[in-house]
């Protein structure tokens, strides 16, 4: 006679979370997605119309770095000192106060860069921890029900960001600036008091104590110990980072100071990880085995995570490069081109439960076993497919064709399914992948992706601006806008090929907390 297995439970305390996040993200996606057509109608009327367009497009992308550049020192904060109930509620309120200065600095330049850069601090001070600290709700008994509960999570972030899609580029053009970023302030203020009142009821992990024989000191070890009748080349490699990212920063001018500081970053993140995994044995002299291996299996997440860069590339872009090509597009006369956005947000509340119950189940049934690797490599090649088809539809219009924006509907269509494939599942990847001590690290890792995917976007823009490429572009017979659409597509689909090729050397970890 078996013993009957009690049903995994889900955890109380997970609407709070659920219900906070509904409204934090309409309040980020509120005001992010009338960012653009607030800063070309309104901010930048001093710059010329022709340049406007480019401008504008650098600062989105200078503020989504930052959102997901912040992540970083938010998850640091919480490891190391606060915990990330605490940092979470602080941060929120430095975020509340970002939202009030764009509301009442509309007129001002400075005033509203300063209220952007509060929300980058405090959206993405919190955006790791979030998602981490719901993972922290789960243990061993429940765990069958964590990646259900963040499919919920995703469902709600876009079920905010389906509503502020299709209702703030109204109210900016009805009723101001003021109300249109004043509205998600209110929002977030309530997104931070639905928070607070759960604080009774999660499970609160502490902060992890500096730990001897973590990340960062495994690294120098690994990059610092000589081996006799060895080489360094790690240290070689490492020490190429340092002057590349030099000369990045010496070249700030030319690159910007968003992208020069990015650029340095991921120059010397990339030498000193390539140089440290080349020779972590011989960190084993002064650390334990399972510090080392550990480091080396966060260091094989990062390759992963860097591969993912690229689909973030091509999907921010649907807030800048797509709303300027619906821009010039025939549309009613009521219709505002951000609305567009609305489309991504409602086709993803569908396609989750759609995948879920029907599309995966199928497929299994097939023979094929979906891994989130597996998902997450399909999702990046779709994501190229879809800006195969906004290119195709960029050359019909530069042809003189006079386009629909319901055009659009397919690309997006495409790129929604692709984000679902990579972005709803790499949030529970990096949760279960990341060890105990570094579950807010490696998840701002997973948004610092969102970061170098941006970077890229800037950097290709401040190619097209060099005379010599704009002539071999003007060569292919395409226009810049065009050519920048297929060169991204390429590079997904590219990057596509090179993750599920790695993908089939990594071995999946669990680290899920023991149930209590």
């Known amino acids: 006679m078996t013993t009957p297995v009690d049903a995994p439970k889900w955890p109380r305390q997970i609407p709070y979370i659920i219900a906070s996040e509904a409204c934090e993200r309409f309040s980020f996606y509120g005001m992010r997605n009338i960012l653009t057509p607030f800063l070309m109608t309104a901010l930048l009327l001093s710059i010329p119309e022709e340049l406007r367009g480019a401008v504008a497009?650098?600062?989105?992308?200078?503020?989504?770095?930052?959102?997901?550049?912040?992540?970083?020192?938010?998850?640091?904060?919480?490891?190391?000192?606060?915990?990330?109930?605490?940092?979470?509620?602080?941060?929120?309120?430095?975020?509340?106060?970002?939202?009030?200065?764009?509301?009442?600095?509309?007129?001002?330049?400075?005033?509203?860069?300063?209220?952007?850069?509060?929300?980058?601090?405090?959206?993405?001070?919190?955006?790791?921890?979030?998602?981490s600290f719901m993972g922290d709700q789960f243990d061993q008994s429940n765990k069958s029900l964590a990646q259900k509960a963040f499919d919920m999570f995703y469902f709600t972030i876009n079920f905010g960001s389906f509503f502020a899609s299709l209702s703030m580029p109204l109210l900016l053009k009805n009723f101001g600036a003021a109300v249109a970023f004043g509205i998600p302030g209110v929002l977030m203020f309530v997104a931070t008091v639905f928070f607070w009142l759960g604080r009774k009821r999660y499970i609160h992990m502490p902060p992890e104590p500096k730990d001897p024989h973590g990340f960062l000191p495994v690294i120098r070890s690994a990059l610092l110990t000589k081996v006799e009748g060895k080489g360094n080349i790690g240290l070689v490699l490492a020490l190429i980072g340092g002057v590349s990212a030099a000369y990045a920063l010496v070249n700030i001018p030319t690159l910007g100071i968003v992208a020069g500081l990015c650029c340095a970053m991921v120059l010397v993140m990339g030498f000193v990880g390539a140089g440290a995994s080349l020779q972590l044995e011989r960190a084993r002299k002064s650390h334990p085995d399972a510090a080392v291996d550990g480091v080396r299996s966060v260091l094989r997440i990062l390759v992963l995570f860097a591969l993912v860069t690229p689909f973030w590339s091509l999907f921010d872009q649907k807030a800048s490069t797509w709303i300027l090509q619906a821009n010039d597009m025939v549309k009613p006369?009521?219709?505002?081109p951000a609305m567009m956005q609305a489309l991504n947000p409602l086709l993803v509340m569908l396609l989750i439960p759609f995948n879920n119950f029907v599309l995966y189940p199928a497929i299994e049934r097939m023979g094929v076993k979906l891994t989130a690797l597996r998902k997450m490599g399909a999702g990046i090649a779709i994501t190229g497919l879809s800006w195969i088809v906004v290119g195709t539809i960029q050359l019909m219009m530069d042809g003189g064709?006079?386009?629909?924006?319901?055009?659009?509907?397919?690309?997006?269509?495409?790129?929604?399914?692709?984000?679902?494939?990579?972005?709803?599942?790499?949030?529970?990847?990096?949760?279960?992948?990341a060890p105990k001590a570094m579950k807010g690290t490696i998840m701002s890792f997973w948004t610092l992706s969102v970061t170098v995917g941006n970077l890229w976007v800037l950097l290709a823009n401040v190619s097209v601006k060099s005379p010599t490429v704009t002539e071999q572009i003007v060569q292919t017979g395409m226009s810049v806008t065009a050519f920048q659409m297929f060169f991204f597509a390429g590079f997904a689909i590219l990057a596509a090929i090179v993750f599920a090729l790695y993908a089939r050397s990594y071995q999946m970890q669990d680290h899920y907390r023991q149930a209590t």
């Open 333 to 336: 006369q009521w219709f505002e």
């Open 401 to 433: 064709s006079a386009l629909s924006i319901f055009w659009q509907i397919l690309p997006y269509a495409l790129l929604t399914f692709g984000e679902v494939l990579v972005s709803a599942t790499g949030l529970e990847f990096a949760y279960s992948q």
């Open 57 to 131: 497009k650098d600062v989105f992308h200078s503020f989504v770095i930052g959102v997901y550049f912040f992540p970083l020192l938010g998850g640091w904060i919480a490891d190391r000192f606060f915990g990330k109930y605490n940092t979470i509620l602080w941060l929120s309120l430095i975020y509340c106060v970002g939202h009030a200065f764009l509301a009442i600095f509309e007129h001002s330049v400075q005033g509203f860069y300063t209220g952007l850069f509060l929300i980058a601090l405090g959206s993405g001070g919190i955006k790791p921890l979030v998602s």
